[in-house]
């Protein structure tokens, strides 16, 4: 079936720990990828994305991004992780034969231990 | 400030009553979602709007119904819930015109039925 892969469903690293999350979709065709952010307690909302153009996307609190089509892969990843990124990530295709509707991944849940 | 509200944040009902979860949202956005989701799971998505009199059904197959009588208010119903009904229900927008998709999330609904 069509879907969204996240390949880590919990994570656990250390302050100053590299992260890197992997997301795997599994659509032809046109698409546009997400990943979104949900601290404890808050909304989920968007950490970065990728349109078109430089396949490396860089978003908010020094998180980036690189989408390789031959992969199909849209992985995430931040050199230096802090506490404060403790937080469920997901990532999201948009496809646009869908009818633009986005399928998201089951998520990751990060813990960064202090 | 632009945003999307939902009330209530929790609910704990009986089987059997009616339940409305609410949605608005100042994002001055024509299309809106409701999303399902459970702990460890994707989101899913189980009702959708274009704007004003348009509702059509998600990929998630659900008992809930719709309206859209407002171009700011998308809120969801259930007739009679039940415990099969326990979740967590988000709100989402994005500009119709978009090609993209980018969707803004609200806080959530978490939903229990005894």
């Not at chain 2, 339940?19 to 809106?32: A, F, N, P, R, Y």
């Amino acid at each position: 079936a069509q879907s969204v892969s996240q390949h880590n469903h919990h994570v656990i690293l250390s302050e100053a720990a590299s992260l890197e999350l992997g997301c795997n979709y599994s659509y032809g065709g046109t698409v546009n990828l997400f990943w979104y952010v949900q601290y404890p307690g808050q909304h989920l909302q968007l950490l970065l994305k990728y349109f078109s153009g430089d396949p490396l996307v860089k978003g908010i609190k020094g998180f980036e991004a690189e989408f390789i089509k031959s992969k199909f892969s849209f992985n995430l990843r931040k050199p230096s992780v802090q506490w404060s990124d403790t937080a469920e990530y997901f990532c999201a295709v948009n496809r646009w034969q869908s009818g633009n509707k986005l399928v998201f991944g089951a998520g990751t849940i990060l813990r960064v231990k202090s | 400030e632009a945003d999307i509200y939902q009330t209530p944040r929790y609910l704990v009902i009986g089987t059997g009553k009616k339940i409305t979860l609410e949605c608005s949202q100042t994002m001055g956005h024509d299309k809106m979602y409701w999303y399902q989701q459970d702990p460890g799971m994707e989101l899913h998505l189980i009702h959708y709007s274009y704007g004003v009199n348009s509702t059509e059904k998600g990929d998630l197959s659900s008992e809930s119904t719709v309206s859209r009588i407002r171009t700011e208010h998308f809120p969801l119903t259930l007739e009679s819930a039940r415990p099969s009904h326990t979740s967590q229900y988000l709100c989402a927008s994005s500009e119709l015109a978009s090609s993209y998709n980018e969707q803004f999330f609200g806080p959530g609904t978490r939903l229990t039925v005894l």
